[in-house]
């Protein structure tokens, strides 16, 4: 069964303070992993995929890194606007009439104080 | 991009009654929706794949007599939760994938707020 999991449930941060979201995985067949952020009351909205280790993929004051069994969501001097819940999810290789489906982490919830 | 709008966005009803979520995929195609329920504090979990012109999946532990599942177009999915109960308030998300575009990222809807009194 494939699982991930996420930490730390929470981060606070003040403005400038750069840090790291960890996301570990097991999967039978990496497909692809994915980041996300999602705002109170909205669905989740697309970051980045990441497809084989050593992968690494940046937009704005983020980065996203893959190694064999975890990835990173590295940000560097974050902004109040950037406080959101941060969820990585894998989609596996197997096929089947899920094929596609992404089991998702419980989610990192950010928290960047002005 | 890619954007799924999801209708009603929220939504109150009594114990016992149905109710109608809609999933739409606006600018592209979508052979396989994903739903998703999402409770308070807690990540998405998948209740079911739909699948155009056929029978939909569900997860292990999922109803498919209570939560029914029609994707009758490449852009339409509907979830019905049927005799709603106070338990099964909740987030419910739908998620969908251009079918032009196999390897690009599921793009998720909006949400729909269940409230069931």
């Known amino acids: 069964e494939d699982q991930v999991t996420q930490s730390p449930e929470a981060l606070r941060l003040q403005e400038g303070e750069s840090s790291s979201l960890n996301c570990s995985y097991t999967v039978s067949g990496l497909r692809g992993l994915f980041w996300y952020r999602q705002d109170p009351g909205k669905g989740p909205e697309f970051l980045f995929t990441l497809y084989s280790a050593g992968e690494e993929k940046e937009k704005e004051r983020l980065k996203a890194t893959l190694t064999k069994k975890e990835s990173f969501l590295h940000i560097t001097a974050p902004k109040p606007e950037d406080s959101a819940t941060y969820l990585c999810?894998?989609?596996?290789?197997?096929?089947?009439?899920?094929?596609?489906?992404?089991?998702f982490g419980q989610g990192t919830i950010l928290t960047v104080h002005p | 991009g890619a954007v799924v709008s999801q209708h009603p966005s929220r939504v109150i009803c009594k114990s016992g009654t149905s109710v109608k979520i809609e999933c739409r995929s606006l600018d592209f195609q979508a052979t396989t929706m994903f739903w998703y329920r999402q409770f308070p504090k807690q990540s998405l979990m998948l209740m079911a794949t739909?699948?155009?012109?056929?029978?939909?999946?569900?997860e292990q532990g999922v109803e498919k007599d209570k939560f029914l599942i029609n994707h009758a177009s490449l852009t339409l999915s509907t979830l019905t939760v049927t005799s709603a109960h106070p338990e099964d308030s909740s987030f419910y998300i739908c998620?969908?994938?251009?079918?032009?575009?196999?390897?690009?990222?599921?793009?998720f809807g909006n949400g729909t707020r269940l409230t069931v009194t």
């Open positions: 739909s699948n155009e012109g056929s029978k939909a999946t569900y």
């Open positions: 998620s969908a994938r251009d079918r032009g575009r196999p390897n690009s990222p599921l793009h």
């Open positions: 999810a894998v989609q596996a290789g197997a096929g089947g009439t899920s094929y596609g489906k992404l089991t």
